[in-house]
């Protein structure tokens, strides 16, 4: 069954970067549709950023100007670069894809910490 996981998480102190990547197991299928989603803990699940098909971005309000999302379609990944990273970027990572011909996935989540 083919997976999405993600890499590039880590320890990072405040200010620092770090760029995450969400990749399908299987590289014969195409992903469209992709996002990115954090969980801090104690909290909901939120969106963080998203890049549709037709190469549109949009950001949750606390990321905007620091976030970028971006991904290539030759090696079926996408990306989230993080800058200027904050103690309130602290969660767990999530991508969410869509997978052909799968439908929508979700990855098993990275955790990035982000210390003063």
């Known amino acids: 069954q083919v997976q999405l996981v993600e890499s590039g998480g880590g320890l990072v102190q405040a200010g620092g970067s770090l760029r995450l990547s969400c990749a399908a197991s299987q590289r014969a299928f195409s992903i469209s549709a992709m996002n990115w989603y954090r969980q801090a803990s104690g909290k909901q699940r939120e969106g963080v950023a998203a890049?549709?098909?037709?190469?549109?971005?949009n950001y949750v309000d606390s990321v905007k100007g620091r976030f970028t999302i971006s991904s290539d379609s030759a090696k079926n990944t996408v990306y989230l670069q993080m800058n200027s990273l904050k103690l309130e970027d602290t969660a767990v990572y999530y991508c969410?894809?869509?997978?052909?011909?799968?439908?929508?996935?979700w990855g098993r989540g990275i955790q990035v910490t982000v210390s003063s």
């Open positions: 890049l549709t098909s037709d190469g549109t971005t």
């Open positions: 969410y894809a869509l997978v052909k011909p799968y439908g929508y996935i």
